[in-house]
């Protein structure tokens, strides 16, 4: 009796740890992101996003992407963001010609898709319409894992 006691409490053990182990980590076991914003951030760590970038306090190098949608979303306003370009025009008419068609893409959406294809032009490169940054390209990343990290800045309300 006492033996089929410990089988049965070792069983229900070893199926509680393993409804553990496809909770926490999929159904595959690999450990791999489920979500895109999953994706997102684990690209964010993997191409060195945290490096520069802190999130929520910090020593970066870059700026901290806490708040950063409400702060792209004041920036990227209509006006704002015609004012911005139109100082860029005048002051390097070369580097506005360049990037016309990329801002004009931008300036084609409104709200959140908006902020996605100014991120992803800010991707492809971060001195399409901010010639001082320091950021790196990612021209490398595809358009997969450009919406994936997107979809992950989109939580840094």
């Not at 020593?59 to 139109?86: M, V, W």
């Amino acid at each position: 009796m006492r033996f089929s006691v410990l089988v049965t409490l070792f069983g229900v053990g070893a199926v509680l740890m393993a409804v553990a182990v496809v909770f926490m980590y999929g159904t595959d076991g690999s450990g791999e992101p489920r979500t895109p914003v999953e994706h997102g951030r684990r690209l964010f760590r993997l191409q060195g996003c945290a490096t520069c970038h802190a999130i929520g306090g910090g020593i970066s190098r870059g700026p901290d992407l806490a708040g950063l949608i409400p702060r792209l979303s004041a920036r990227l306003t209509d006006g704002a963001y015609r004012d911005h370009l139109d100082s860029l025009r005048v002051a390097r008419p070369d580097v506005h010609a360049f990037f016309a068609a990329r801002y004009e893409r931008v300036l084609g959406t409104q709200g959140e898709e908006r902020i996605k294809a100014w991120f992803a032009e800010h991707l492809r490169n971060p001195r399409f319409d901010h010639l001082t940054g320091l950021m790196p390209d990612y021209d490398h990343l595809t358009e997969d894992q450009v919406d994936r990290l997107t979809a992950f800045i989109l939580t840094l309300k």
